[in-house]
Structures are given as C-alpha cells and as structure tokens.
Nanobody, 124 residues
C-alpha cells in the first residue's frame, strides 16, 4: 500500500512558477508509475503528466507541454511537478497518483492510489 501527500500549492500570479511535491510512504515506491492530475471547478479531473517507475520516460499533456516538468527522486520517495509560466487556466486542485503498471497511463481509472490534492490558484 502507498500513501501519497501533496504539497507546494498556493496562489501565484500569471507567468509565475510553483513546484509541487508528492511524498510517498511505503518501501516499494520505486515500483510505481506516478502521475499528476488536476481538477478545475466545474470540470472533470484531467491528466497532467506521468513518469514511469524507473524515471526513464515521461509524458505531459499538450496543455502543459513546455511549461510543466514531472520528475522523481526514488531515494526520497518523492515525485515533483515543476510548473513554469503559469496561466489562469492552470487553476485547479492538483492530485498525485500511483499505479503498479509500468506504463505511462493517461487514464485515471488505472491508478491505484491517490493523494488528497493541493490547490493551485493563478491570478491574472
């Protein structure tokens, strides 16, 4: 079992940056592919980025490509989401998720564990 705790959210002006962290408990953290999703008010939760369990490959949604970067530190059992050039449309609750599958998955149904979320608000 894996428990996930996100941090790093907050209020930032458009064009600014934030770095989200997701700390995982459990000795098998490195065996999980990790993903970030977000949910804006009144919208469905959507995929943002994912990184395979050994950190060899990543995938970012088109809406964040070139601005956001997912990375992981297996020794620290932490996955990060560096968010640059933030836009008001990036405002959402950001969730960290983990799946045992060693593939990049955009489908939230394939993720086994979820964090509680952290709020990101971008003002114009």
């Amino acid at each position: 079992q894996v428990q996930l705790v996100e941090s790093g959210g907050g209020l930032v002006q458009a064009g600014g940056s934030l770095r989200l962290s997701c700390a995982a408990s459990g000795r098998t953290y490195s065996s999980y592919t990790m993903g970030w999703f977000r949910q804006a008010p009144g919208k469905e939760r959507e995929f943002v980025a994912a990184i395979r369990r050994r950190g060899g490959s990543t995938y970012h949604a088109d809406s964040v490509k070139g601005r956001f970067t997912i990375s992981r530190d297996n020794a620290a059992s932490t996955v990060f989401l560096q968010m640059n050039n933030l836009k008001p449309e990036d405002t959402a609750v950001y969730y960290c998720a983990a799946t045992r599958r060693d593939v990049i998955s955009l489908n939230q149904q394939e993720y086994d564990y979820w964090g509680q979320g952290t709020q990101v608000t971008v003002s114009s």
